[in-house]
């Protein structure tokens, strides 16, 4: 930024934390890095429109988790997708083809459609109903194979086997397709062998960022917000490496975070559908989005047990409030430091405005003042557990200094090139 941004924090009579404009020069904000989301064919989509329209969804991965290991893709299950993407605006798609097999069988006896030829089917089904598909991702969680599925003989040298066929088949299929993977639940051995073993087969390379279980404490799982920009970095450090990507030095990296939460045990609030989950939910979006990973689907859309933006019943959860805040996450990025670690900011400039978002974790409120010349605060809303519980909208501050950040809260300001006044935020 040319001009010199400061915010000041006050905490208290003998603290005041402050925030002031970071050295990385603005970048071009992509929609599918912040507002993508998993979706799944057991989802009440239609029963929902209005509410999961506001989030306004840039991309869309399906069908999400496990699932997509469990269950052959379909000409019926497509229908019921495209129904569902059509409700939520036709935004570009990810999907994923089928490749584990239980031994024995499948339920049913049908058998697994997980071959090279399936997935060419899978292609030309998609095409035939006029989805839109911006990345082909090979399989779900292939390191979890040998242990949640009791298939030792899944090493990242079969799995990248499996990715060079279901591929080459695809692009028959579709010489345009675009192949993303390994999508492991969790960054580690299994993604740098797939990387060393078969780099060059993908056009996005993806993982799943899941924390915790959810026992740790609110301080801990605040902490590992951090995981998200260090893996961003770790794998650019590992592409650029030729000893740990011999196979595709000279072609450019990206990144797709195609789950992420800070819990991955579905029958386990803490951490996940309270505050907690969903300050640390858009802190992650935000980070994976600034880091530069493209197409990052948070896990879920809804009705996922204690994952999901909404609950089984219809009920928004905190995490929808701060996802649906972060719609007006656009533009071009303001790089923002914080000398406070309980206060994580962020900025976005778009039409002559600028929008910053405010992210108390503390557990105390903080008064708040911002100064930057030539801007002024015009509005300013905060969302807080409480008042998601009781159905309540983001609620307006007043604007005059000091400002005061709820405990727990996400807190959007927008500030403008102008004489100070009063204004409506959308």
């Known amino acids: 930024m040319t001009r010199l941004l400061t915010l000041i924090l006050l905490t208290g009579a003998a ?27 057991w989802m009440p989509v239609v029963e929902h429109v209005p509410t999961l329209s506001a989030l306004k969804p840039a991309a869309l991965r399906w069908p999400g988790g496990n699932v997509g290991d469990e269950q052959n893709r379909t000409e019926a299950g497509l229908q019921a997708l495209k129904s569902s993407w059509t409700l939520l605006g036709r935004p570009p798609l990810m999907l994923q083809t089928r490749v584990f097999a239980r031994p024995g069988g499948e339920q049913g006896g049908n058998a697994a459609k997980n071959t090279p030829a399936d997935a060419a089917e899978f292609v030309r089904m998609a095409r035939d109903l006029g989805l839109t598909v911006a990345y ?25 086997g499996v990715v060079r066929a279901q591929k080459a088949a695809i692009l028959a299929a579709d010489p345009a397709a675009k192949i993303a993977g390994p999508a492991v639940s969790n960054p580690g051995p299994y993604l740098d062998a797939v990387i060393k073993e078969c780099g060059d ?17 609110a301080a801990q799982a605040f902490a590992s917000a951090a995981r998200a920009t260090d893996t961003v970095n770790r794998v650019r ?67 996922t047990g204690n994952h999901g933006l909404i609950d089984d019943a219809g009920f928004p959860r905190f995490s929808y409030a701060a996802f649906r805040e972060l719609t007006h996450y656009r533009g071009e990025t303001v790089d923002l430091t914080s000398d406070d670690p309980n ?15 405010a992210l108390n ?20 809303k905060t969302i807080t557990d409480a ?24 807190t959007r300001l927008v500030l403008k090139s102008s004489s100070p006044s009063s204004a409506e935020l959308p």
Not at 136 to 160: M, V
Not at 282 to 299: C, D, I, K, M, T
Request: hydrophobic share 40%.
């Open 15 to 41: 603290h005041a934390a402050t925030v002031t404009p970071g050295p990385a020069a603005p970048r071009p904000i992509l929609p599918a890095s912040v507002s993508a989301f998993n979706l799944g064919n």
């Open 136 to 160: 082909w991702e090979i399989g779900n969680e292939p390191d979890l194979y040998a242990t949640n599925r009791s298939d030792p003989s899944w090493t990242a040298q079969k799995y990248c």
């Open 201 to 217: 087969a993908f056009d996005l390379i993806t993982w799943h960022l899941y924390p915790s279980n959810g026992d740790g404490t």
């Open 237 to 303: 450090g590992l592409w650029a490496d030729p000893a740990t990507n011999p196979r595709a030095q000279g072609r450019p990296l990206a990144q797709g975070v195609t789950e992420y939460a800070q819990s991955y045990r579905s029958d386990r609030a803490t951490h996940l559908s309270d505050a907690v989950g969903g300050l640390w939910a858009a802190e992650a979006a935000l980070r994976l989005s600034e880091a530069g990973a493209v197409f990052n689907p948070y896990f879920s859309l809804m009705a």
């Open 343 to 357: 206060l994580w900011v962020h900025g976005s400039r778009e039409n002559g405005l600028i929008t910053v978002f």
């Open 361 to 380: 974790t503390a557990a105390a409120a903080t008064p708040l003042t911002i100064t930057l010349p030539g801007y002024a605060v015009v509005g300013a």
């Open 387 to 410: 008042d998601v519980n009781a159905d309540r909208p983001p609620r307006p501050l007043a604007v005059a200094a000091p400002l005061t950040l709820p405990p727990l809260s996400l």
